[in-house]
């Protein structure tokens, strides 16, 4: 089992940023990690992905914008969100599954989730 817990949501004015934080309660060093989010009436959506060796696949409606990153030595994963929309309203997730395949592939079903944060962008 792995226990996820995010931080830093918030409301913020279009054009701000904030930046997520996702703490794991063992080693991110053999889990596929990634942040998703989920708006009110809209399915679930990838955002951002990351491999042990640092490797991103930031999904297209965030590219440029997102960037998704991780301390390994603190088992922390991050999301610095900039140039934020108001589209970008949602709940944000952290998840990990077992690391199997590429951890780039946004195919892939995740097995462990976060509670979530709540990022609100005002216009």
């Known amino acids: 089992q792995v226990q996820l817990v995010e931080s830093g949501g918030g409301s913020v004015q279009a054009g701000g940023s904030l930046r997520l934080s996702c703490v794991a309660s063992t080693t991110y060093s053999t889990y596929c990690m990634g942040w998703f989010r989920q708006a009110p009436g809209r399915e679930r959506e990838a955002v951002a992905l990351?491999?042990?060796?640092?490797?991103?696949r930031p999904a297209d409606v965030v590219k440029g914008r997102f960037t998704i990153s991780q301390d390994n030595a603190k088992n922390t994963l991050y999301l610095q969100m900039d140039s934020l929309k108001p589209e970008d309203t949602a709940m944000y997730y952290c998840?990990?599954?077992?690391?199997?395949?590429?951890?780039?592939?946004?195919?892939?079903?995740?097995?462990?989730w976060g509670q979530g944060t709540q990022v609100t962008v005002s216009s």
């Open positions: 998840a990990a599954r077992t690391w199997v395949g590429s951890c780039l592939d946004f195919s892939r079903r995740y097995d462990y």
């Open positions: 990351i491999d042990s060796g640092g490797r991103t």
